[in-house]
């Protein structure tokens, strides 16, 4: 069956420009989350979307980063201004929700490889 | 953002050989996962552990969630070419899901 699928699977911009970067999570799946995983590193929370929740914004690093997911279904990340801090690679993962009994698995997608030159 | 001490940051073994890696934080949790990420992949889940002190086996992998809730390890038995990757543990909290920097793992035949 289809899994979570991210696109680009590959993003060079230059700094200043705005990027935005699509998740397409797996169908009927009503959690999403986006992550930051810098080279070498684990990986960082950004933002976590529940049903038509309002979304857990904790995470983003600054007010240049914004996420939306339309209609429960497809989200978009979205960077303004480009930095170099910003190369990265970022992964979208979905999951069925809370409310199940016991651990909410999550699905990873590939991942878009952010380069800010 | 908080993230977890894991170590080792690298391994290089033989085939063959047993693999043992931890993770600590000073945070409890209400869960803890294993995960291991291929190049170009996103990380794919391995075990999940849902109790203090639970210690779960998944063919050749062996988790366990420590007692303390702030701790766990992965143990690889009888590594194999194809266990070579980035293995992250992860806590879990909430919603909220808080990495470890990821052992890489290379097995040489």
């Known amino acids: 069956g289809a899994g979570v699928s991210q696109s680009p699977s590959n993003k060079v911009t230059e700094k200043g420009k705005d990027v935005e970067l699509r998740c397409d999570p797996i169908?009927?799946?009503?959690?999403l989350y986006w992550y930051r995983q810098s080279l070498g590193q684990g990986l960082e929370f950004l933002i976590y979307?529940?049903?038509?929740?309002?979304?857990?914004k904790s995470g983003l690093p600054s007010d240049r980063f914004s996420a939306e997911r339309t209609g429960g279904s497809v989200s978009t990340l979205t960077i303004q201004r480009t930095q170099q801090e910003d190369s990265a690679v970022y992964l979208c993962a979905s999951s069925l929700g809370w409310g199940r009994v016991g651990y909410d698995e999550q699905y990873f997608g590939p991942g878009t490889r952010l380069t800010v030159t | 953002g908080q993230q977890l001490n894991q170590s080792p940051q690298s391994m290089f073994i033989q085939e063959g050989e047993d693999v043992s890696m931890n993770c600590t934080s000073s945070?409890?949790?209400?869960?803890w996962l294993w995960y291991k990420q291929d190049p170009g992949e996103g990380p794919v889940l391995l075990i999940a552990?849902?109790?203090?002190?639970e210690l779960t086996s998944n063919g050749r992998l062996t988790a366990q969630f420590g007692i303390t809730r702030k701790d766990s390890f992965l143990n690889i038995s009888a590594s194999i070419p194809s266990d070579v990757g980035i293995y992250f543990c992860?806590?879990?909290?909430?919603?909220?899901?808080?990495f470890g920097t990821g052992t890489s793992l290379t097995v040489i035949p």
């Open positions: 169908s009927g799946h009503t959690a």
């Open positions: 552990l849902y109790k203090a002190g």
């Open positions: 979307f529940q049903g038509n929740s309002a979304p857990d």
């Open positions: 945070s409890i949790f209400n869960t």
């Open positions: 992860a806590g879990q909290r909430g919603n909220q899901f808080y």
